[in-house]
């Protein structure tokens, strides 16, 4: 059966989202939108799909409801919704609000809270899902079926993974920005221009990328490959080693962690 979807919130996400599940064929009749920015709803009906303004227009016949708003105003849009959430099998994409929370809000057993990242408006995504207890195991496979449209898909078994997924995907991209920054700049100082000083650190982090994605060499070992003694790779890295490289990347990590961790912590009332 094709879920009838009722998205809550048009924003960034929600489109990449939509726009995932049309390339893969979804149909476009199966597929609702509610805000209330005219704006998104010139974008929502760009792709071809019903946009309304009120949250109660789409709800009621959907199969499943997707809460894509600001997680600041998932509680409000639960409340205006009533008892018409109870019955529906719910996925929230927003961060810090517990499956607890979205129960209590909602008065529906069946959640899926998502972690996803912005490659996701790319379609390519890094999701970290985490299911109920009460969530129908059938229903749970459409979901995963439906997210893997923008990206690739991991279950987890403890919700509180997701503050590590937080961590390490969902705040991953800006780290490798920070790195793409840092390199075009030292390109820049060697009188690189600034366009081809762009040009030769992306592509190089798409071929790194590519390269660690595909076989099973670990990222270790590919760097390890290139890394002949006395080399220039070698030098690069000593420099980075000297300056504890990874233990400056742990500590990152662990910081936006505690941050999730907190955020989650207080947002529940
Ligand atoms: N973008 C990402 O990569 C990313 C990554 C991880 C998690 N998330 C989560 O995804 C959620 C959405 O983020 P986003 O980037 O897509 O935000 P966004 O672009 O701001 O989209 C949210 C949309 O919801 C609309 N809205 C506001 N109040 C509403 C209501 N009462 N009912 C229905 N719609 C309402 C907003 O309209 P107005 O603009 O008029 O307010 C806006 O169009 C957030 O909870 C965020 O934590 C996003």
Redesign the pocket.
Known sequence: MTLKLAF???????QAIIGGLIQSGYPKDNIGV????EE?GAHIKALGVSWFTR?QAVVPSADLVLL????N?IE??CNDLGPSLRDKPLVS???GITTKQLTRWSGSEQVIRC????P??VGAGMLGLFATSGMDSTLKAQVERLLSTVGVIAWFTAEADLDAVTAIS?SGPAYFFYLMEAMIEAAEGFNIDPDTAKTLVIQTALGAAHMASRGDATPKALRENVTSPGGTTEAACRSLEAANFDRLIAAACEAARDRSISLSQNSAP
């Open positions: 809550i919130g048009g924003g960034n996400i929600a509610a805000d209330p920015s998104q949250n894509c708003v600001k997680p105003l409000a849009v994409v927003a961060a972690m996803p990242n912005t996701a408006l969902g």
